[in-house]
C-alpha cells in the first residue's frame, strides 16, 4: 500500500529528491529568463547537467517541474499561513503573514517578473485544489472571510501591488528598500477592515 497523498504543498515539496530540486531550481532559473513556454526540456536537462530523459524520468512533464516550482517557492508563505491561522485573526497574525509573503516575493522578484504573466502558471494553480486552497485562505487571513465584492476587489489590488516587485520601475531598487516601501503600502489594503 502506497503512501497517503500529500495535503499541503509543503508536503509535496518535501518529498522531492535533492536531483529533483536541483532540477526544480533549475527550472526556476529558466523559467525567469525565458518564461514556462520558452523553457524546454532540453534546456532544463542541459542546466542540470544530465539528459532529457533523466528529466523525464523525475517529472514525467513540463507541468510537472512547474508544479514543483510552485510547490518549493509556495512552501514559506504555507508555513508562515499555517502560523498565522493557529494565532487567529489578530492583527500580528496578519502583520507576520504580510511580511512574510512580501519577503518571499521580493527575494524571488527576479522570477517573478516572468512568471506572473505566464498562462502556464496561471492555469496550473487554478488546477491545483492545494494551491488554489492556499491563496484562498491566505487571502482569507489577510483580508478577513468577507467575500462580497469589494473584499475580492481588495484582493486583487493586494495582489496587484504585491505583484509590483517585478514592474520596470522597481528594477534598480534594492530589495531592502523595496520590502520596506512595498510592506507599507500592502499594509493600507491588509489591515483596512470593512
Known amino acids: 500500500m502506497g503512501a497517503d497523498p500529500p495535503t499541503s504543498l509543503r508536503e509535496r515539496a518535501e518529498r522531492y529528491s535533492p536531483a529533483q530540486r536541483h532540477t526544480v531550481d533549475a527550472a526556476l532559473d529558466l523559467f525567469a529568463d525565458h518564461g514556462v513556454g520558452g523553457t524546454s526540456f532540453q534546456m532544463i536537462a542541459d542546466a542540470v547537467g544530465v539528459t532529457k530523459a533523466a528529466i523525464y524520468h523525475q517529472f514525467g512533464t513540463k ?12 512552501r514559506p508563505l504555507e508555513s508562515a499561513l499555517e502560523e498565522a491561522e493557529r494565532e487567529g485573526p489578530t492583527v500580528q497574525s496578519r502583520e507576520t503573514l504580510l511580511a512574510q509573503v512580501i519577503e518571499t516575493v521580493v527575494s524571488n522578484r527576479r522570477a517573478l517578473s516572468t512568471l506572473q504573466r505566464d498562462p502556464v502558471l496561471f492555469r496550473l494553480i487554478e488546477e491545483d485544489e492545494l494551491a488554489r486552497d492556499l491563496f484562498s485562505r491566505l487571502f482569507a487571513v489577510l483580508l478577513g472571510d468577507d467575500v462580497r465584492h469589494h ?8 495582489s496587484a501591488a504585491i505583484g509590483a516587485v517585478a514592474h520596470p520601475f522597481v528594477a534598480d531598487i534594492d530589495n531592502d528598500t523595496l520590502r520596506a516601501d512595498l510592506l507599507d503600502v500592502t499594509r493600507t489594503l491588509t489591515f483596512k477592515l470593512g
Open 151 to 158: 473584499a475580492r476587489v481588495r484582493a486583487a489590488v493586494l
Open 63 to 74: 507541468d510537472a517541474i512547474v508544479l514543483a516550482v510552485l510547490e518549493v517557492q509556495l
